[in-house]
């Protein structure tokens, strides 16, 4: 495996599925590893340091979710997950354990390659922004390390949590569409659900301590997008 090319830990146990992609993702640059078992997944992430991860759900030895629970809790690597068409459960609590996209069976290699790349893109390191950190109310949020917190009290975000929280602190009581949000923070050429972004947006909420009903922070604008807004009496 080159040093220089990107790494793909490929979770799937299927010969049928693995064999053609792998040959797809090295014609496009792209080195893949097989793992076809949760625990020879776990494994390989730790010995090859993969660039991203291409996770099936369904595993003989246990579920994609726990594989992905594993890997968060000490990496951001990008995750894209495997799902059932037509299974929106399995693609919300993906995405909800911290993975970045997902792709659903059957697809082609080709959409493979757009979403990996599109996942790398958004992952990669953005130059470091000349203002400081945003307050707002008793929320902080510092593009710079990263770190967002309440009162103190660090929240513990995903990496798209994170960089929708940021997008909305910038234009604070303003309202973001959500064609930016998706644009932004996802990548110009989604062509994802936009219950992702709901998905995310219901974390944030719950990491901020909102009720849905009557949020303090970050409310909705019916029919265009959000606004967060620092609780009344705190600006």
Known sequence: MRLDRKRV????????ITAPLREALAREGLDAEVARTAAEALELAGRIDPHIVLLDLMLPDGSGFDVCRELRRTSSVPIIMVTARGEEADRVAGLELGADDYVTKPFSAREVVARIRAVLRRAEPRPAEAD?????GELRVDPGSRIASVGGRTLELSRKE???????AREAGRVVSRERLLEEVWDTNWFGSTKTLDVHVSGLRRKLGDDPAAPRYLHTVR???FRLTAPEGDE
């Open 132 to 136: 400081g950190p945003i307050a707002i």
């Open 162 to 168: 994170f960089e929708v929280l940021e997008l909305l």
């Open 223 to 225: 029919g265009v997008g």
């Open 9 to 16: 830990l490929l979770v799937e146990d299927e010969e049928s």
